[in-house]
C-alpha cells in the first residue's frame, strides 16, 4: 500500500471510530494536529500512536511547532521563541545566533520526536518586511543571507535529532499586505525581482536537502494566473524543474481563503495534486474529509509520490517523553531559549492553519 495524498485534521484528543475508518482510506496518508488535539504529552503520544497504528505503512503525523505565535503543544513542552528573536540575536552575534538556532531546531524535533511526531511545518522561510503582518515575528529577518543562514542551522538542529523539516511559504508571502487566510494575496513582481531576494533561502535550504517544503496562497500574475499552490508552473518548472528540488510539495491548507478560487473543497484538492503538491492539507472541515479523499483516491498509487512521502516518518528518537525530560541536554537547551526570548507571542487561533 502507499502513502496517500491527503492529510486531514482530527477532531479531538482521541481517534473516533468513524476516523479510524477514514484514516484507511487509500487517499488519506496523514494526519496534522492542532492545539484541540492536545492535553499532555502522554495523550498526544497515544493519538500519534493510534495514527501510527492504523495502516502500513504509517500515516505522517505533522503539526506547526514553529515557536512564538504558532506553537501547537505547549507547556511541558518548551515554549519556544519566535524567530525573529533569532535574527535580532543575528545583527548583534552571528556566530551566537547560529548556534542557538541549531540547537532550537534539536530542542523543537526532540520534543515531537519523543512523542512519536514525523515532522514540524518548519522553518519560516519568508522575508520579514513590515507590510506582511501575517508573517511578522514568525520570519527570521528580513535579510535572505541571514534567513537562509538562520534556517540552515534550524534545520541541521532538526535532522540530527530525527525529525523532518518542512520550509514555507514557497516562493516567498514576505511581499503582500494581505492575508492568505482572509483573502487572496498578489504580488506584482516579476520573476526575476523574486530571485534576488524571496526566493533565496528556498534555493538555498533546497540544496542543503530540505525535505519538504509548503507553497504560498499567493498570486504572482507576473509569473501565473494561477495562486501558487494550484500552479504547475512555479511546482513544476519553478520548484521542481529549475530549482532542481527533490522533496515533498504540502499544499496549505485548503480551507483558507485563498484556496477558494479552485472551486469546491474537493475540487481545490485535485487541482493542487494536478499541480504538483504531493500532499494536500484538509485541516479544519472536518465533514468535508471523506469527500476529499474520494475526490483524490485516483491519486493514491503513485509510487514516485510516495516514494517521496516515505521519507518523511520519523527517525530515531528518546524512549519515551519521561526519559527526554529528564536529560540534561533537554534542560539546557531550554535554558538558551530561555534567555533569548523570555515572553513569547500569543498562539494563532487553532483554526488558523499557519
Known sequence: MSIGP??????????SAEERELLGHPAVGGVIL?????????????????????????????????????????EPFTVLPAAAALGRLHDREPALATAVAEHL?????????????????????????PRASVVGERALHRDPDVVSRLARAELKGMRDAGLAAVGKHFPGHGGVEVDSHHDLPVDPRPLAE???????????????????????????????????????????????????????????????????????????????????????????????RGAVAQACERFAVDAVRSARLVRLHGRRGVSSWQALITSPERAALAAELARLDPAPELDLRDDSPA
Open 194 to 288: 523574486l530571485r534576488r531576494a524571496d526566493l533565496v533561502p528556498f534555493v538555498r535550504l533546497a540544496q542543503s536537502g530540505l525535505p519538504a517544503m509548503m507553497p504560498a496562497h499567493v498570486l504572482f500574475p507576473a509569473v501565473d494566473d494561477r495562486p501558487v499552490g494550484y500552479s504547475p508552473v512555479w511546482l513544476r518548472d519553478i520548484l521542481r524543474g529549475q530549482l532542481g528540488f527533490q522533496g515533498v510539495i504540502f499544499s496549505d491548507d485548503l480551507g483558507m481563503a485563498a484556496a477558494a478560487g479552485a472551486g469546491a473543497y474537493p475540487d481545490r484538492a485535485v487541482a493542487a495534486l494536478e499541480a504538483g503538491c504531493d500532499m494536500v492539507l484538509a485541516c479544519n472541515e472536518l465533514a468535508l
Open 105 to 129: 531546531g534539536r530542542l523543537l524535533a526532540l520534543e515531537l520526536r519523543a512523542v512519536g511526531i514525523d515532522l514540524s511545518f518548519a522553518p519560516v522561510l519568508d522575508l520579514g518586511r
Open 34 to 74: 492542532f492545539s484541540r488535539n492536545y492535553e499532555s504529552p502522554e495523550q498526544v503520544q497515544a493519538l500519534v500512536d493510534a495514527v501510527h497504528g492504523c495502516r502500513t505503512p504509517r500515516p505522517i503525523v505533522g503539526v506547526d511547532q514553529e515557536g512564538g505565535r504558532v506553537q501547537r503543544l505547549r
Open 6 to 15: 491527503v492529510m486531514v485534521g482530527v477532531e479531538g484528543l482521541e481517534l
